[in-house]
């Protein structure tokens, strides 16, 4: 026996339709929306609801989005009820926000799907380099024993894939950062060996800082004689604002290796700026020096690097050549000093060793 009816009621003092269908084998099948009042929280609508189904659970790190119908489900023959809402900004759809409640087993899920796929081409830095690829979209889905599970979907070239990554129920005491500075020291990771044509995807990982999501990529791309390590390749969610969801790169290795010069360094990105800085090793034959360098990518794309190269017993009768300091840049100033102000030059500083060369 098979039957239909759709409703027009109120739910804990709420208008809400819903449409319901029974069959001998599922039962009752309910698939509903509630209008609110008025636009009100998200965070106290899914409260209230899981309130009136004998749940109370402190939603506080939901952030606090606005919300005007929230759907439902139910199913009979699991005993499985569903809560959720669908983010939107204007005709866009951003992802959606979710609760089921499982009966039967006596817990619920919360889930957090953002809908937004980025190019790999959007990626800082190395975006030139990707090729035709895109991540996204996320989905995070937190238990209420504690356990949390990130999905992140990934394609490349033809290749389809989803790279998944499980917190056990402690997950909170590396997972979550203190504050945003700091969310690359609470970043867990997990080893995911796979190559796709020139890439090779090495180790997923995510961490919660501030009201926002990472979802990570450990990776390594190979071009000919170039050969680009991707560390923290990825998404950063806010969940105050997902249209503002972006591509990010916490930092960029390149190896060079031909004939007999090879170049090797890595930049990691800056604190609080879209900047990249670190060293790099070039050595040719036997010679090898150090380059310690920055990229910025505000407000335009610039490089500046310097180094100090030894040169023992270089030269010939009088002339000795010891140290030779270098540097070059690309869409940077160098601001000349006058002659009396030489000795506080960059490079004549690394010359006497009152900074760094590497």
Known sequence: MKAGVILTLRVAGLPAKVTGI??????????????????????AALEFLLQKSGYAVNLSFLPQLQAETVWMTYCQK????????????????????????????????????????LQLSEIPVAGDFMGNGSLGPVECILESDGGMKLSLS??????????LLSFPSDYKKKFLAADGSDFLSAVRWKSAEKSMGCVT??????????????????????????????????????????????????????????GGIEVSGFFAKELHKPAYSGQLTVQINS???????????????SVFAIGLVGFPMAGTGCVQIKKLAVGFGYNRFLSIPQIDRLRQFTLMKMMHGEISAG
Request: aromatic share 10%.
């Open 22 to 43: 029974y069959t001998e084998n599922t039962g009752i099948i309910l698939d509903g929306s509630i209008q609110l009042a008025s636009k009100g929280s998200l965070r």
């Open 78 to 117: 699991t005993s499985e009820m569903g809560f959720g809402i669908r983010l939107w900004e204007g005709e866009k759809e951003l992802g959606q926000i979710r609760v089921v409640v499982r009966a039967k087993e006596e817990k619920f899920l919360f889930c957090l799907s953002s809908v937004k796929t």
């Open 154 to 163: 990934y394609s490349y070239g033809d290749e389809r894939g989803k790279a």
């Open 201 to 258: 995807l090495l180790a997923i990982g995510g961490a919660f800082s501030e009201g926002r999501l990472y979802v990570l990529l450990r990776a390594k791309l190979h071009l000919s004689i170039l050969t680009v390590t991707l560390e923290g390749l990825g998404i950063c969610i806010p969940f105050e604002n997902l249209k503002n969801t972006r591509p990010i790169l916490t930092g960029l290795g390149l190896g060079v290796k031909t």
């Open 287 to 301: 010679f090898a020096f150090s380059l310690t360098g920055v990229y910025e990518q505000a407000p335009y794309a």
